[in-house]
């Protein structure tokens, strides 16, 4: 290397690792908000303020996530127990597209839906990577709205799936979003939700109070699975 690249090499290094620094810091500061949302319910419920997070959290969500093998596991589990050959599917809150993907990919049509652009860019983005290995990606389609007033007609997906969405919304609004998922799904459709342990933290419910709510919106008794210590699966069937 001559001397004049040394030295390029040399000023560009610095730029690098600060712009790695600022965006470990931005990352950690996502983080510790998304954290006290959950912790204190603050804003919980807040569309404007989880907008505003998840617009923050975007770029970082697949650093996180898709890399704790326990959490990928616990999705494809949910997936390959719910979703059968030929299945329509709705995947609400779909976020960077971990479920979505995972159900295009075994060939069924899916929509991911989801309140946040950003999120939704990354999943069609992530989409046409791995469309160009795998056809079934073209089965995807992206859709924003609010999953308290889904803009889709009666009895329209066999499967409604959502993962890790319901915590942020207020108890009247996760009502709503679960009466919503009933409405489109068709007679004895299933709804199938990644949440985590509410005996374990307050940010989520229950299995009595995941019972009870279900229940009273009409769906059978629901099958709770408690897997890899803090995920929980929950899988229950729209009755008549």
């Known amino acids: 290397m001559n001397a004049a690249k040394k030295q390029m090499a040399r000023e560009e290094q610095p730029t690098e690792k600060v712009s790695l620094a600022r965006k ?8 510790a908000l998304k954290a006290d949302i959950l912790r204190t319910n603050k804003n919980k419920g807040s569309t404007e303020h989880v907008n505003k997070l998840y617009n923050l959290f975007a770029p970082f969500y697949d650093l996180v996530w898709p890399s704790m093998k326990d959490y990928m596991s616990s999705c494809r589990y949910l997936v390959d127990k719910s979703v059968h050959d030929g299945e329509y599917v709705l995947d609400v809150g779909t976020g960077t597209g971990v479920l979505s993907l995972l159900v295009a ?9 989801d309140l946040h652009p950003k999120m939704l860019a990354r999943t069609r983005k992530k989409a046409e990577k791995q469309g160009k290995k795998n056809a079934n990606m073209r089965r995807l389609t992206l859709c ?16 409604v799936t959502s993962g890790f969405m319901l915590v942020h919304l207020s108890h009247e609004q996760k009502i709503s979003a679960v009466a919503e998922m009933r409405r489109v799904l068709t007679d ?3 709804i199938a939700l ?3 342990r509410g005996e374990l933290t307050k940010r989520y419910d ?28 929950i899988f229950a069937t729209k009755q008549a």
């Open 24 to 31: 470990l810091k931005k990352l950690g500061s996502t983080l």
């Open 105 to 113: 990919e075994r060939g069924n049509h899916v929509i991911g839906f």
């Open 144 to 159: 924003r709205g609010d999953a308290t007033i889904l803009p889709f007609g009666e009895r329209k997906f066999d499967v």
């Open 194 to 196: 990644l949440e985590s």
């Open 206 to 233: 229950t299995r009595e109070e995941w019972e009870q709510i279900l229940r009273t919106l009409g769906f059978g008794r629901p099958v709770i699975e408690d897997i890899y210590d803090v995920y929980r699966v």
């Open 188 to 190: 004895r459709g299933q």
